[in-house]
């Protein structure tokens, strides 16, 4: 079949054949080996020592969701990069937070894109937003295997739901369980920090602007008490990457912006180091 594909320049068969809308279902019946879950690891004694990804912050605005993470990867107690990327768009109405395993997590991102983009040429149409965090869940289940040998990959999901006309945000566990969040969400070993500081902050009425400066915010408090997450980095010029998804669909903040509201934060600190107060009722 290859020498035959390289002399006409056809596609394989498998290509041309009727079948699922899932990409998962194809790579599985035609390549099962590439799949992330049917990967095993060489025996190994003690802890396997891989970069990871540390905190994802969204939260809900009316009319959207702003999703957010820290630059900081770790290993062990070292600083394995300061400045990875763990927020990605998943079509052009969602976005995925990473935490957990870099490497496995970035591959199923890539995994997630490729799933959604397969569904919309199949169908014609695009997922749900619900379809979508459920094709996330079953990948997630897939990882299982993984997970149990210590490289786990815990994710946020976030997008504009268009049916219902609102941001919405999931978050998961280690076996694919999935939930849906309420107003705001975080994710990662600074996620309980994180989500103290939006708790604090967060009021229904919150603007796109007051939304991106929330989760700046909550990032700021993340790394304040958790060593293996990065906050703005001044000096080397590295800031959170914060994106917003509402009816126009997903926007990355530029370099300039995401400067501009950390440094606006870092002001107020010098000020308030402990962070704004909550209003009072």
């Known amino acids: 079949m290859e020498a035959n594909t390289r002399s006409t320049g056809r596609l394989p068969s498998a290509f041309l054949t009727p079948g699922s809308s899932s990409f998962m279902d194809f790579l599985g019946e035609h390549q099962p080996e590439l799949l992330p879950g049917n990967r095993r690891l060489p025996p190994v004694q003690g802890v396997v020592e891989a970069p990871h990804g540390t905190t994802i912050v969204a939260v809900t605005f009316p009319g959207g969701v702003v999703l957010a993470g820290d630059r900081r990867a770790t290993m062990g107690n070292v600083i394995a990069q300061r400045d990875i990327e763990k927020v990605f768009p998943a079509d052009e109405y969602s976005a995925v937070g990473i ?120 990032l700021y408090d993340a790394a304040d008490d958790d060593s293996a997450t990065g906050g703005p980095d001044v000096a080397r010029r590295i800031y959170p990457i914060i994106t917003v998804i509402t009816e126009d669909g997903f926007r990355r903040l530029t370099g300039d912006e995401s400067s501009e509201l950390s440094r606006s934060v870092l002001e107020r600190r010098l000020e308030q180091p402990d962070g704004p107060r909550a209003a009072l009722l």
């Open 99 to 218: 935490a957990g395993t870099a490497g496995l997590a970035v591959e199923m991102v890539k995994l997630f894109q490729l799933e959604l983009e397969h569904f919309e040429k199949v169908e014609g149409a695009q997922l749900s937003l619900e379809g979508k965090a459920n094709r996330l869940s079953t990948m997630i289940r897939s990882n299982l295997g993984m997970a149990m040998q210590g490289l786990a990959v815990v994710p946020l999901f976030a997008g504009y739901d268009v049916d219902r006309g609102k941001g919405r945000i999931f978050s998961y566990d280690v076996t694919g369980g999935r939930s849906e969040e309420h107003h705001f969400a975080a994710t990662g070993s600074g996620s309980v920090f994180a989500r103290g500081a939006m708790k604090k902050l967060f009021h229904g009425d919150l603007t796109e602007e007051q939304a991106t400066t929330l989760v700046v915010q909550a």
